[in-house]
């Protein structure tokens, strides 16, 4: 079991942040960010009102530093790993977060609706080069925001870590709401996103449009097949040379067992108003920066609760959040369980 530490991370961060990468990816498609090099890797930056560089990272640069306006929020964008698109008002990973050195395991999905986040995922694996790899797909409500990622790991024999530099892919998709487009991605990543924020979905109200496009003819041809075994048939999947398209919309894999029916409709009924309340509050109008500051001023509370965008790797704390709400649905189960041998006894 992984746990994570919110000051441990921040900790870590600023150790990485010394160290050298040779490479950087600077990110294609419809975002008009430009890329900055730091040696935490590319950094997107937007323009001077809208950049969401942290003065952490400006004796890197050597650019003007310019945030929200709030050392807070800014010191908690830059721990959490991502970046602001101005052009489509969303919130993305970089390319070098603390999440990449956490790796993933089936526990963060597990943990997802016990911490406010109901996700439809959808984990396909595959062997590639006697290895086994694992392309995720996530789509939902995060709390707050609304979204969905693609994410690309290896397995070490306990839990998966995140791809490194030579094996990232290319990969893109369109996430639409009941049809209507919300936002696109691209780029050649290994934890492509993308957060709404303020946004209210149900899962199966989003589709993911992905396309990505694998190393080679033999590791196509093994993702289709873990695609196949996922239950993908061929007529949902379109095969362009190393390019593979489909349609993420109803998952096709087993669900985290703390998804239920009831406790989707309660949860979600809590994130249904605090975004409802988000939009009262804030308003359509403004830059992030003003609506976020509107936030803070005006409910301290649901601010808070923003600084948790997209995440699902949960910290220590929320562990213990999430195996006290377990035990409790494990002891009211098996109470029911009981009472209904008795009546059947009874009977």
């Not at 990816?25 to 937007?46: L, P, Q």
Request: aromatic share 10%; glycine share 6%.
């Amino acid at each position: 079991m992984l746990l994570f530490n919110r000051d441990a991370s921040y900790s870590y961060q600023q150790n990485v942040q010394h160290m050298t990468w040779n490479q950087s990816v600077t990110e294609t498609g419809t975002s008009a960010a430009t890329s900055i090099e730091t040696e935490t890797g590319t950094m997107t930056k937007t323009g001077p009102d809208l950049a969401l560089v942290t003065e952490e990272n400006k004796s890197h640069t050597g650019s003007v530093s310019v945030g929200i306006g709030n050392e807070d929020l800014d010191e908690i964008i830059e721990i959490a790993g991502y970046s602001y698109d101005a052009q489509q008002d969303i919130f993305i990973s970089n390319m070098k977060p603390w999440q990449r050195y956490i790796g993933y395991c089936r526990l963060f999905d597990e943990a997802a609706a016990p911490l406010g986040m109901i996700i439809d995922c959808e984990p396909i694996t595959f062997d590639y080069l006697n290895e086994k790899w694992m392309i995720g797909l996530w789509k939902g409500q995060y709390d707050l925001v609304s979204g969905g990622e693609i994410g690309l790991y290896k397995s070490n024999g306990l839990v998966y870590q995140s791809v490194n530099d030579k094996e990232l892919l290319d990969m893109s998709y369109t996430i639409k709401k009941n049809g209507k487009k919300l936002f696109s991605r691209k780029a050649k990543h290994w934890w492509l996103t993308g957060f709404k924020l303020g946004e209210f979905a149900e899962p199966n109200e989003l589709t993911m449009d992905i396309c990505l496009t694998l190393k080679d003819v033999n590791m196509r041809n093994a993702f289709l097949a873990g695609m196949r075994k996922a239950g993908y048939n061929e007529h949902e999947l379109a095969v362009q040379d190393n390019s593979v398209s489909f349609t993420f919309d109803v998952p096709k894999t087993a669900q985290p067992w703390t998804r239920t029916r009831l406790t989707d409709q309660l949860i979600q009924r809590k994130n249904k108003f605090l975004c409802e309340k988000y939009q009262e509050i804030t308003g359509s109008e403004g830059t992030v920066q003003e609506r976020l500051r509107l936030l803070e001023k005006q409910d301290p509370g649901m601010y808070k609760k923003m600084k948790k965008i997209g995440k699902r790797t949960p910290s220590l704390e929320a562990w213990m959040e999430v195996l006290i709400t377990s035990l409790i649905i494990i002891l009211f189960l098996r109470a029911n369980i009981v009472r209904l041998q008795r009546l059947s006894i009874e009977s």
